[in-house]
């Protein structure tokens, strides 16, 4: 069974870094792609980031492009998302998701991010 | 960037009624590469047709989706209690991979 479980969120005071974690389990992350889509309180979706499987090439929203950095640990297993420069606008669940083609077909429940001082 | 544009903001419906929900592009979706989600209260989304016409492993053959170049609608042809809920069109033809801003159905 595909299990996704993100970790890593908190408070955090703008300009400060987080670093989310995504334990997948079930399949293998260098096996397909994945993504971090992101849901400000009361808010839609924002896809925030890509790696894909074949070459890891990685894909970035306009938002946080030059900020955020999307990785993979093949021997543990789990995605990471490195989040700096943080935003007041930044705050949001954060989920990660193994993409089957370019949709996001597995989600993790999310992890909450605040940017707040 | 595409935008996705979904109307209506919220579609209030009886169970037993057809939900018919537009996703609008501001350019034409690439291989008709556009996907549906549905999101309830607390939980993540759920995928429920990729490719603008192709369900989702599990999902009921009430939901279908249909549509072509810039007009895709999902529909729900006979809303059940567990259908209410918000969703999402996604096109994921060109990076970065766009949502629309969502519908809402709620129980008339």
């Known amino acids: 069974e595909v299990q996704l479980l993100e970790s890593g969120g908190g408070l955090v005071q703008p300009g400060g870094s987080l670093r989310l974690s995504c334990a997948a389990s079930g399949f293998t992350v260098n096996s397909d792609g994945m993504s971090w889509i992101r849901q400000a309180p009361e808010k839609g979706l924002e896809w925030v980031s890509g790696i894909d499987e074949s070459d890891g090439s990685t894909y970035y929203a306009d938002s946080v492009k030059g900020r955020f950095t999307i990785s993979r640990d093949n021997s543990k297993n789990t995605l990471y998302l490195q989040m700096n420069s943080l935003r007041a606008e930044d705050t949001a669940v954060y989920y990660c998701a193994r993409d089957e083609g370019w949709e996001h077909g597995h989600w993790g429940r999310g992890t909450l991010v605040t940017v707040s001082s | 960037e595409i935008v996705l544009t979904q109307s209506p903001g919220t579609l209030s419906l009886s169970p037993g009624e057809r939900a018919t929900l537009s996703c609008r592009a501001s350019q034409s979706v690439t291989n008709n590469f556009l996907a549906w989600y549905q999101q309830k209260p607390g939980q993540p989304p759920r995928l429920l047709i990729y490719d603008a016409s192709t369900r989702a492993t599990g999902i009921p053959d009430r939901f279908s989706g249909s549509g072509s170049g810039t007009d895709f609608t999902l529909t729900i042809s006979r809303l059940e209690p567990d259908d209410f809920a918000v969703y999402y069109c996604?096109?994921?033809?060109?990076?970065?991979?766009?949502f629309g801003q969502g519908t809402k159905v709620e129980i008339k």
């Open positions: 996604q096109q994921v033809a060109f990076s970065p991979r766009t």
